[in-house]
């Protein structure tokens, strides 16, 4: 069993409150939990209106397939118009 942690750093630069960034979150991660069969949460800059940091945890059986959903997962990141990735890493375990 290999383990992922994502960590994506995110802007949402129409966000002009915590209202509306919760509004583009909240499906963006039940999509990402969806399609990638992954845990998220918010883990940084709560409060800030238009920046989070989200965490993403992946569990699979091969190196191989883990690489391939984090790659996925990040290109459906930036495919995403409503916000940035400024910065990602990962940590596989």
Sequence with gaps: MFIA???VEI???LSRSLKYKRHILKPLKLKIRDN?????IESDYKDKWQRTLLSI???RESRGILDSVVEKC???LN???EVQ???WDVEVI
């Design 5 to 7: 942690l994502l960590h």
């Design 36 to 40: 990638f069969n992954a845990s998220v």
């Design 74 to 76: 990040i290109s459906f």
């Design 57 to 59: 945890a992946f569990l």
């Design 79 to 81: 495919s995403v118009p």
């Design 85 to 87: 990735v400024v910065d």
């Design 11 to 13: 802007i949402i630069p």
